[in-house]
């Protein structure tokens, strides 16, 4: 004989399932999150790209009169378009089309000032909101050609141009490129795991306001089951869709951050399916808590609009300890391990840089949120008691 609590699960479970629109919210937020991370991060890689896929594009003004610069810019994949004199307002216009990285414009006492060995200036023009990247590799190639100049100017005189820089600066970067990687999307991942509150939701209010509303919920507690049982079953079929969805928004991003070539952004993903399964493992409290706050929250509800509602604001708490670390740039401490939602994320996050966190960060995550869910199931049975529950009053 089956126990009472999993004939209520299967029950639930299987009208959950019958709800077709519910379904089909759940597996498009599920499926929304790594289509926009891969979108996303695809339109960074190919911005990122494209200077060194189609060049650079750089229309020179007055280019005749200083060949040697026009010369150093081809050699660096700069296509140079020539083009006659320009009014401000014409460069602008020009430059407001997006088709080129920037505008150089040489002054017509370029030349002159240049065999004066007075500074020759040199105008770059460029837009700021502009997506066209290459103005940095266009000053770079300019402060070089600069440079060279004055070495040059410096041994006609016989000085060494060693003298330009008494100090010399090594940089050495101990940072690894998963550390700055897991920096960088920290805040992607912790959205991860939001599945946990969104894809069981629907169950947990129908299973409880949705019920009572409809007053088959008075028929069921008629049945010789205790209150116990029917809130763990009605728990555990939002439990299971909630895990469903964390499992599989998790693979999904992680499939996604291991096939874009994050590499050419400077960053990496590196997490093995391994670790990944550690993380997900101890995650799974978290839809425990999840689907037990929703069912002790609709409880409380008076009606099933309310219970939506509320819950609905209820989903934004558990972003809140995240945002308040990422804003205030705390370093991760052990604390954090012990705040649901949280710890998920500092879980995820220290993975991808690479640390051996050992056992702790993970027994803690999973305490932390299971403690909680067994709290708000405790509760749950304890207010199905009530009459005045029961009744709607």
Same mark, same amino acid.
């Given at each position: 004989?089956?126990?009472?609590?999993?004939?209520v699960?299967?029950?639930?479970?299987?009208?959950?399932?019958?709800?077709?629109?519910?379904?089909?919210?759940i597996?498009?937020?599920?499926?929304m999150y790594?289509?926009?991370?891969?979108?996303?991060?695809?339109?960074?890689?190919?911005?990122? !790209?494209?200077?060194?896929?189609e060049g650079?594009?750089?229309?020179?003004?007055?280019?005749?009169?200083?060949p040697?610069?026009v010369?150093?810019?081809?050699?660096k994949?700069? !296509?140079?378009?020539d083009a006659g004199p320009m009014?401000?307002?014409?460069?602008?216009?020009l430059?407001?089309n997006h088709?080129?990285?920037?505008v150089?414009?040489?002054?017509?006492?370029?030349?002159?000032?240049y065999?004066?060995?007075? *500074?020759?200036?040199?105008e770059?023009w460029?837009?700021?909101?502009?997506?066209?990247?290459?103005?940095?590799?266009?000053e770079?190639?300019?402060?070089?050609?600069?440079?060279?100049?004055?070495?040059?100017?410096?041994?006609?005189?016989?000085v %060494? *141009?060693? !003298?330009?820089?008494?100090?010399?600066?090594?940089?050495y970067? !101990?940072?690894?490129?998963?550390?700055?990687?897991?920096?960088?999307?920290?805040?992607?991942?912790g959205?991860?795991?939001?599945p946990?509150?969104? $894809?069981?939701?629907?169950?947990a209010?129908?299973?409880?306001?949705?019920?009572?509303?409809?007053?088959?919920?008075?028929?069921?507690?008629?049945?010789?089951?205790?209150?116990?049982?029917?809130v763990?079953?009605?728990?555990?079929a939002?439990v299971?869709?909630?895990?469903?969805?964390?499992?599989?928004?998790?693979?999904l991003?992680?499939?996604?951050?291991?096939?874009?070539?994050?590499?050419e952004?400077?960053?990496s993903?590196?997490? %093995?399916?391994g670790?990944?399964?550690?993380?997900w493992?101890?995650?799974?409290p978290?839809?425990?808590?999840?689907?037990?706050?929703?069912?002790?929250?609709?409880?409380?509800a008076?009606?099933?609009?309310?219970?939506? %509602?509320?819950?609905?604001?209820?989903?934004?708490?558990?972003?809140?300890?995240g945002?308040?670390?990422?804003?205030m740039?705390?370093?991760?401490?052990?604390?954090?391990?012990?705040?649901?939602m949280?710890?998920?994320?500092?879980?995820?996050?220290e993975?991808?840089?690479?640390?051996?966190?050992?056992?702790?960060?993970?027994?803690?995550?999973?305490? $932390?949120?299971l403690?909680?869910?067994?709290?708000?199931v405790?509760f749950a049975?304890?207010?199905m008691?009530?009459?005045r529950y029961?009744?709607?009053?």
């Amino acid at each position: 004989m089956k126990p009472k609590y999993l004939v209520v699960f299967l029950k639930e479970l299987r009208e959950s399932l019958r709800d077709k629109r519910s379904l089909a919210l759940i597996a498009m937020f599920t499926l929304m999150y790594p289509a926009m991370l891969a979108f996303l991060l695809n339109q960074w890689i190919d911005r990122a !790209t494209r200077p060194e896929r189609e060049g650079i594009a750089l229309t020179v003004i007055g280019g005749s009169q200083a060949p040697t610069l026009v010369s150093q810019l081809k050699q660096k994949n700069i !296509t140079i378009t020539d083009a006659g004199p320009m009014e401000e307002d014409a460069i602008t216009a020009l430059l407001r089309n997006h088709k080129i990285a920037a505008v150089l414009r040489v002054p017509a006492n370029y030349t002159e000032n240049y065999n004066a060995m007075r *500074p020759a200036r040199i105008e770059l023009w460029y837009d700021s909101a502009s997506d066209r990247d290459g103005r940095r590799d266009i000053e770079d190639v300019l402060q070089a050609y600069g440079n060279n100049i004055a070495s040059a100017r410096l041994l006609a005189h016989g000085v %060494s *141009p060693a !003298t330009l820089a008494p100090v010399q600066v090594q940089r050495y970067d !101990t940072g690894s490129t998963a550390a700055r990687s897991a920096t960088v999307i920290s805040g992607i991942l912790g959205a991860l795991f939001l599945p946990a509150f969104m $894809c069981g939701m629907s169950a947990a209010v129908d299973s409880t306001a949705g019920e009572r509303e409809r007053r088959s919920l008075e028929v069921l507690m008629a049945q010789p089951v205790t209150t116990w049982e029917l809130v763990t079953g009605k728990w555990l079929a939002a439990v299971v869709l909630a895990v469903f969805g964390v499992t599989l928004n998790l693979a999904l991003a992680h499939l996604v951050l291991s096939w874009l070539p994050l590499e050419e952004i400077g960053l990496s993903w590196r997490v %093995s399916w391994g670790k990944l399964f550690l993380v997900w493992l101890a995650s799974l409290p978290l839809s425990l808590l999840a689907a037990g706050l929703q069912i002790a929250v609709a409880m409380n509800a008076k009606s099933f609009k309310e219970a939506q %509602s509320v819950l609905s604001f209820l989903i934004l708490i558990p972003l809140v300890p995240g945002i308040v670390v990422s804003t205030m740039s705390l370093k991760t401490a052990p604390w954090m391990y012990a705040v649901p939602m949280l710890s998920n994320q500092t879980l995820l996050t220290e993975t991808a840089r690479g640390i051996e966190l050992g056992v702790l960060p993970f027994l803690l995550t999973f305490a $932390c949120s299971l403690v909680g869910a067994a709290l708000a199931v405790g509760f749950a049975s304890w207010r199905m008691k009530s009459e005045r529950y029961v009744l709607g009053v």
